[in-house]
């Protein structure tokens, strides 16, 4: 699905226009955690279950957010909430054991975060509520058959960006850009699909795509290499193996002294110079309400796929100088985080 990028910064956030569904204010996680809590939760001890491809960052983010709002809601871990979490480890062989695991505990919600847990945990069961969290398209991952209600025991929240502020932030940090490197998994959808929109966006504003494959974490670096002297600028999307082996792209960047522009937030505190990104804390609190009305009894099927609504700048001035950029002042003026 298209939507109509922002053209502006807007209170320190790109947020995008009515028409695409995007404008909506999102509460900061220190406003929502201001909130009085919501003592609704039913009587009785509730089991759920979460599982994630890797722990990195971002992830980690999410799995706060979830547990975060339930507590906020009345169900607190230790207390009235049975909380089972396992990492993959980054091995989707991993992942299906432990979709088969939780399958066979018969938690009351299962809460997958990233693709390739979301995947796996909807291949193995059809009965238990699933929420995804921090997919970036479920209806090409085959989580979901559209964004409306499923009718099936699936729903979650979207971490997907329209990518036209995207383009817009790598030509403010590097006006002349002709060559977007991006490095990726390519056994993930989320990565993909992010791949194939880049291909059909860049090209119109003489921006060509070079793409590095990195089927593991470990292959990260000689991928970020690879593209040395043939980019301008490194592009990162929420792929699970590239943001866990963060440091290895910004061990490359260094080396060429070519930025890095991340969608994800929390990379720029591991080496990127810019991000424009999703809050993944947010992003959890969200799906921690779905999680929330499913324990409440209502349905995964009746509750739709969800997108995030804003967007927030993030710069860093000490990776900007160490891969060779300069960040623009009116970019500065416009950052919701600026780290020296």
């Known amino acids: 699905m298209n939507h109509q990028s922002a053209k502006k910064y807007v209170s320190k956030k790109y947020v995008l226009s009515a028409a695409a569904a ?3 204010a999102a509460c900061s996680p220190a406003e929502q955690a201001a909130a009085p809590a919501d003592t609704s939760a039913a009587a009785g001890n509730k089991k759920i279950a979460i599982t994630a491809i890797v722990e990195h960052p971002a992830l980690d983010a999410v799995r706060k957010g979830v547990l975060d709002e339930l507590k906020n809601k009345g169900y607190e871990a230790g207390k009235n909430l049975t909380v089972d979490f396992q990492s993959a480890q980054g091995s989707t062989a991993n992942a299906a054991q432990i979709a088969k695991k939780f399958a066979g505990s018969n938690p009351d919600v299962i809460v997958a975060v990233s693709t390739p847990s979301a995947q796996s945990m909807a291949a193995a069961t059809k009965t238990i509520p699933v929420v995804y969290a921090g997919v970036t398209d479920p209806v090409a991952a085959k989580l979901v058959p559209g964004w409306e209600a499923s009718n099936t025991n699936v729903t979650g ?8 502020p995207q383009i817009d932030l790598m030509k403010k940090l590097v006006p002349a850009v002709k060559n977007v490197g991006y490095v990726y998994s390519p056994g993930e959808v ?3 699909t992010v ?6 966006k860049l090209p119109s504003q003489g ?3 070079v793409e590095a494959p990195a089927q593991r974490s470990a292959d990260v670096l000689a991928a970020a290499r690879s593209l040395n002297g043939k980019v301008d600028l490194l592009y990162t999307s929420p792929d699970n193996n590239v943001v866990a082996s963060y440091e290895s792209m910004y061990k490359a960047a260094v080396e060429m002294k070519k930025p890095l522009v991340a969608s994800n937030t929390d990379s720029v505190k591991r080496g990127a110079a810019a991000a424009l990104g999703v809050n993944y804390y947010d992003l959890g609190r969200k799906a921690g309400d779905m999680v929330f009305q499913i324990l409440n009894g209502k349905k995964a099927g009746e509750i739709p796929s969800a997108r995030m609504e804003t967007l927030d700048l993030f710069l860093n001035k000490k ?3 160490a891969t060779g950029a300069v960040l623009p002042e009116d970019l500065l003026g416009q950052a919701k985080e600026v780290q020296e």
Do not use: H
């Not at 929240?157 to 036209?164: F, G, K, Q, T």
């Not at 791949?195 to 059909?200: D, G, I, T, V």
């Open 319 to 321: 990776n900007a100088a």
């Open 190 to 192: 989320n990565s993909t």
């Open 22 to 24: 995007w404008l909506l």
């Open 157 to 164: 929240v979207s971490d997907e960006l329209p990518l036209e």
């Open 195 to 200: 791949l194939a929109q880049l291909k059909a």
């Open 207 to 209: 921006i060509n795509v």
